[in-house]
């Protein structure tokens, strides 16, 4: 190979290494998600803050754009009146726009069947409805999970966290 051909080789190389990673960015949404409440019986509000901090950081090491923990906070600190757990749609509209947030998740989390409890058991079905809202088509979908009962509940979150991201990416 003569020194031309090999120049023409490393130029086509190097183009395709600078174009390749701006390709595979470009199939992720640039808009930030905002992660909301799991309205249920069976967390309380400690709990439910730590399920939404599990959902973010899946997301943002499956390299999605996040609404962090600090502007939410900020956001209900200084509105007493509105629960994290319990907002209407349009409350949640208003919230994206507010915190420039292209999409929306949260959901109830509700125990399968009969099994009833008042907290998460190994051994039981839990129905986990997340909610997706889309600020660009301003519309809303649902995505029905069902899982089993873990231990502890930082194995189950982090269960539920995995799922809830994966079903998100085949959504965006």
């Given at each position: ?126 129905v986990c409805t997340v909610t997706l809202y889309h600020g660009k088509n301003n519309n809303f979908e649902e995505i029905r999970l069902t899982m089993g009962g873990e231990d502890n ?20």
């Open positions: 190979m003569d020194l031309m051909k090999k120049c023409a080789l490393a130029a086509a190389a190097m183009l395709l290494m600078a174009i390749l990673p701006g390709q595979l960015a470009w199939t992720k949404p640039t808009e930030r998600i905002l992660v909301l409440g799991f309205d249920s019986r069976l967390i309380n509000n400690i709990q439910d803050r730590l399920l939404r901090e599990t959902i973010m950081k899946e997301l943002r090491v499956a390299g999605y754009p996040i609404v962090t923990v600090m502007e939410i906070e900020s956001i209900f600190h200084n509105s007493p009146g509105r629960q994290i757990r319990k907002l209407t749609r349009e409350e949640i509209r208003g919230l994206c726009r507010e915190m420039k947030a292209g999409y929306a998740c949260w959901g109830v989390i509700i125990p399968e069947g009969k099994s009833g409890g008042e907290t998460i058991r190994a051994g039981s079905g839990y509940l930082y194995r189950f979150y982090g269960i539920l966290s995995k799922m809830i991201t994966a079903e998100i990416g085949k959504r965006l």
